[in-house]
């Protein structure tokens, strides 16, 4: 198993920042992604964007340019900082870690992110 904790997110205005973390404990190993989906309410939880353990990422086309993902492999943690926020990036942030060979995936319980106009 794998736990998963996000922490960090909150309320910010349009054009600002925000970091979030996520940090693993549990059975973490071998070759495997972390990443940040998100989920606006009525819709479905998207990609945001994912690392490999290589560091390796990859961004949804939304925010490419204005997020960036980074991973701290000591720590087991993951981070998203997001900059130039838009109201529409309002969402509850999810972590999850893939474990590559199994194709398990572990999700976190969530982190409210709220950019007001």
């Known amino acids: 198993q794998v736990q998963l904790v996000e922490s960090g997110g909150g309320l910010v205005q349009a054009g600002g920042s925000l970091r979030i973390s996520c940090a693993a404990s549990?059975?973490?190993?071998?070759?495997?992604?972390m990443g940040w989906y998100r989920q606006a309410p009525g819709k479905q939880r998207d990609l945001v964007a994912m690392?490999?353990?290589?560091?390796?990422?990859n961004y949804a086309d939304s925010v490419r340019g204005r997020f960036t993902i980074s991973r701290d492999n000591a720590k087991n943690t993951v981070y998203l900082q997001m900059n130039s926020l838009k109201p529409e990036d309002t969402a509850v942030y999810y972590c999850?870690?893939?474990?590559?060979?199994?194709?398990?995936?572990?999700w976190g319980q969530g982190t409210q992110v709220t950019v007001s106009s």
């Open positions: 549990g059975n973490i190993f071998g070759l495997n992604t």
């Open positions: 690392i490999t353990n290589g560091g390796t990422t």
């Open positions: 999850k870690y893939r474990r590559l060979v199994s194709g398990n995936d572990y």
